[in-house]
């Protein structure tokens, strides 16, 4: 399996020691920017540099950060492929792939909250190619499009539905599936994903802050060693250094000291010491650059953990990179089409009660696969309410009480697990 390989298919998990490890070391390479280390005097002048650059960024009221990979597509394949492996066309986007992030704020960022925050935007693209999605948010409302498919064909998982699947009077669905711009409210969002709750909430608070960057000082005060590089084309360079395994499974220690405190979604990623055990024991660096004091970037070389086993060819890439600037104005898009809200805040506008026998609400052969939403609880609830309103209609609103009940029951739990898994029914009405 490659260095750098990818789950596909559900449920699967592909070389995930290798990917973890990667996913660490990129974030602990972030994590340098905020603590200083000690030791020799050139040491301790590159760490409070790289620490002083950084907290030059916090004191923007505006900042673009650009995640980027340039590796080998063949290091996101199997090596005996399956119909779960990413094809071709998928391991190429992902090799070349972009995540950009810019933000606005009435007040430098560092001291900004979420009612500080004037707009956001994200753009997802490959390399330098067209966006692949796109999503705005401004003064509470959200824009977004997506090139479906695009992804569609290249990840696969089916067909972009036409005209003619899409239930009437949901011309904004059919926008999004043309890659136009919609537009909804951020309550919509935080209700779509079930969290009900707003972003606010998912901060660290200052004791724990306190904890996690005292504790991250520590391990690199131990673990670090940073080395001046000179200045070329007037940006200045600094590489980090440290034994991988050591260093990042000291990271983990860390991360798992504060783990309670951590929002849900991000302690459930949190890698384990024992998935770091392939990380090799050697020194890999991370390489910094200072542009008239300011951070402007960070990259990494994934090849540096890679083992024997991972058969890298000579040539091979796996540049991982962090490119820091100023945004532009981020603007409303014009003719954004607005999503409709469902019943009951189903997502997207999309009500099960039209879905459940098939699109538009036509008869068809299969029921409608609903994994996308499988753990939304709202839209599962308002599924099972279409699935017993048909049954109502089929056999009589009392046929809880006559001779089929148990196995019209039984019809009716099996179809919520095919659609949904093995969550329990939301209740039985």
């Known amino acids: ?53 950084a907290d030059r960024l916090g004191e923007q009221h505006a900042l673009s950060v650009e995640f980027g990979l340039d590796a080998a597509p063949r290091l996101f394949a199997d090596e005996v492929p399956d119909a779960d492996s990413l094809t071709p066309a998928a391991a190429k986007l992902l090799s070349r792939l ?13 001291d900004a909250g979420d009612k500080d925050i004037e707009a956001m935007a994200l753009r997802l693209a490959a390399d330098k190619g067209p966006a692949l999605a796109e999503v705005r948010v401004i003064d509470k409302t959200v824009y977004l499009r997506a090139d479906t498919d695009r992804l569609t064909r290249t990840f696969g998982g089916g067909s972009v539905p036409g005209p003619g699947e899409i239930p009437e009077g949901m011309d904004s669905l059919k926008a999004l599936f043309s890659g136009d ?28 802050r306190r904890r996690l960057g005292t504790g991250l000082e520590e391990v690199v005060t131990r673990r670090v060693t940073f080395t001046g590089k000179g200045t070329k084309d007037g940006v200045e360079h600094i590489r980090a250094q ?13 991360l798992d000291k504060v783990s309670g405190k951590l929002p849900p979604r991000l302690r459930g990623a949190l890698p384990t ?32 953990l890679a083992t024997a086993a991972d058969g890298l060819k000579k040539g091979d890439k796996a540049a991982v990179s962090l490119r820091f600037g100023t945004p532009g104005k981020i603007t409303a898009p014009a003719g954004a089409k607005e999503l409709p809200k469902g019943k009951n805040g189903a997502p997207l506008g999309l009500d ?29 609830a308002e599924f099972e309410k279409a699935l017993r309103a048909e049954m109502a209609k089929e056999f009589g609103a009392d046929w809880k009480n006559g001779p089929l009940a148990d196995e019209i029951e039984r019809q009716i739990q099996k179809q919520l697990t095919q659609e949904f898994g093995d969550t329990p029914a939301s209740g039985k009405s």
């Open 352 to 380: 099960p009660a039209d879905l459940a026998d098939g699109p538009a609400g036509a008869a068809g052969d299969e029921p409608f696969d609903a994994d996308e939403f499988a753990d939304d609880p709202v839209f599962r």
């Open 242 to 254: 440290a034994p991988a395994r050591a260093f990042l499974t000291d990271v983990v220690g860390v």
């Open 273 to 304: 010491a024992e998935s770091l055990k392939d990380a090799p024991k050697r020194a890999v660096g991370v390489d910094f650059a200072l542009d008239k004091g300011t951070l402007a970037g960070i990259s990494f070389d994934a090849t540096q």
């Open 181 to 208: 711009w919609v537009k909804t409210g951020t309550e919509a969002i935080g209700a779509a994903a079930g969290t009900g709750a707003p972003a606010g909430n998912q901060k660290l608070d200052d004791g724990t």
């Open 1 to 53: 399996m490659g260095l750098l390989c990818v789950p596909r298919g559900q449920g699967r998990t592909i070389n995930t020691a290798r990917r973890t490890t990667l996913v660490v070391a990129t974030s602990a390479a972030l994590a340098l920017t905020g603590v200083a280390a000690c030791g020799t005097a050139e040491n301790l002048s590159a760490a409070q540099k790289i620490r002083k650059a």
């Open 98 to 110: 972009r995540v950009s992030v810019s933000v606005r704020a009435s007040k430098p960022l560092a």
